[in-house]
């Protein structure tokens, strides 16, 4: 077991909260908390780019990371104890990251057109219909709808014995089922964005563009579709990403 402390913001209360630990990289963590900032990052850039880039909502911009880092916050044990509607509070912030796009379609497609294997990779569409399906799942927790939620569990993990669990078991253990589909469904965006998108941004000089010649300075700006989007939305105003 983790050792705990006193959390700042409860501490009066005297409710221990786990330390954070160490996530190997590339590993996913079997707590929500404990997902690592290079992963936030990654999403949380890329996300703003697919709707940036969407014909429909190219005027939206969401706080993915203040979501994600909130999600953080809301699954650790002290907040549980103080918000009895804390799972619709999570389920509510995770749907708000693709509640704006057409997960199902031509809104990741648009952004990522770029990138001629996104279109043809059989891996993409079952990774979007696992989001769709996270998607619905937290929909159905935000207004209190319980009869589709196990079918929706069993179809996201059809080997792990939701088709067959009683009702009032899985009802019993849904936190946990809940922040394991949180943590897959960040994790199945961060492989999206990993796979299909890093990389496709030149990075900048590291003496910055002053340094640079013409026709370096021209090769090193902007020209994808992508990169176009993301250019403006990266911390500090590079043109570098977060590499997971």
Same mark, same amino acid.
């Given at each position: 077991?983790?050792?705990?402390?006193?959390?700042? #913001?409860?501490?009066?209360?005297?409710?221990?909260?786990?330390?954070?630990?160490?996530? #190997?990289?590339?590993?996913?963590?079997?707590?929500?908390?404990?997902?690592?900032?290079?992963?936030?990052?990654?999403?949380?850039?890329?996300?703003?780019?697919?709707?940036?880039?969407?014909?429909?909502t190219?005027?939206?911009?969401?706080?993915?990371?203040?979501?994600?880092?909130?999600?953080?916050?809301?699954?650790?044990?002290?907040?549980?104890?103080n918000?009895?509607?804390?799972?619709?509070?999570?389920?509510?912030?995770?749907?708000?990251?693709?509640g704006?796009?057409?997960?199902?379609?031509e809104?990741?497609?648009?952004?990522?057109?770029?990138?001629?294997s996104?279109?043809?990779?059989?891996?993409?569409?079952?990774?979007?219909?696992?989001?769709?399906?996270?998607?619905?799942y937290?929909?159905?927790?935000?207004?209190?709808?319980?009869?589709?939620?196990?079918?929706?569990?069993?179809?996201l993990?059809?080997?792990?014995?939701?088709?067959?669990?009683?009702?009032?078991?899985?009802?019993?253990?849904?936190?946990?089922?809940?922040?394991?589909?949180?943590?897959?469904?960040?994790?199945?965006?961060?492989?999206?964005?990993?796979?299909?998108?890093v990389?496709?941004?030149?990075?900048?000089?590291?003496?910055?563009?002053?340094?640079?010649?013409?026709?370096?300075?021209?090769?090193?700006?902007?020209?994808?579709?992508?990169?176009?989007?993301?250019?403006?939305?990266?911390?500090?105003?590079?043109?570098?990403?977060?590499?997971?």
């Amino acid at each position: 077991m983790p050792p705990e402390l006193p959390d700042n #913001l409860i501490a009066s209360s005297g409710i221990p909260v786990p330390l954070t630990e160490e996530v #190997l990289p590339n590993a996913q963590p079997q707590k929500f908390y404990n997902i690592p900032d290079p992963v936030v990052d990654t999403v949380s850039v890329y996300m703003n780019v697919v709707l940036k880039m969407s014909p429909s909502t190219k005027h939206q911009e969401i706080d993915v990371k203040g979501i994600i880092d909130n999600g953080k916050s809301m699954f650790r044990d002290g907040v549980k104890y103080n918000d009895t509607f804390w799972p619709q509070h999570i389920a509510a912030s995770m749907r708000e990251i693709v509640g704006f796009v057409k997960v199902e379609a031509e809104d990741f497609y648009t952004a990522h057109s770029s990138i001629p294997s996104y279109a043809t990779d059989p891996e993409i569409k079952k990774q979007l219909d696992r989001i769709v399906l996270m998607r619905s799942y937290f929909s159905d927790i935000v207004h209190f709808v319980k009869g589709n939620r196990i079918g929706i569990v069993h179809k996201l993990y059809p080997n792990d014995g939701y088709g067959v669990m009683r009702p009032d078991k899985f009802f019993k253990d849904e936190e946990s089922t809940l922040e394991k589909i949180c943590i897959d469904f960040i994790y199945i965006l961060n492989d999206i964005f990993v796979k299909h998108c890093v990389g496709v941004v030149r990075p900048a000089s590291p003496t910055g563009s002053s340094a640079l010649s013409g026709a370096q300075a021209a090769s090193a700006s902007p020209s994808t579709p992508v990169e176009q989007a993301i250019a403006p939305i990266t911390p500090s105003g590079s043109n570098t990403t977060p590499t997971p």
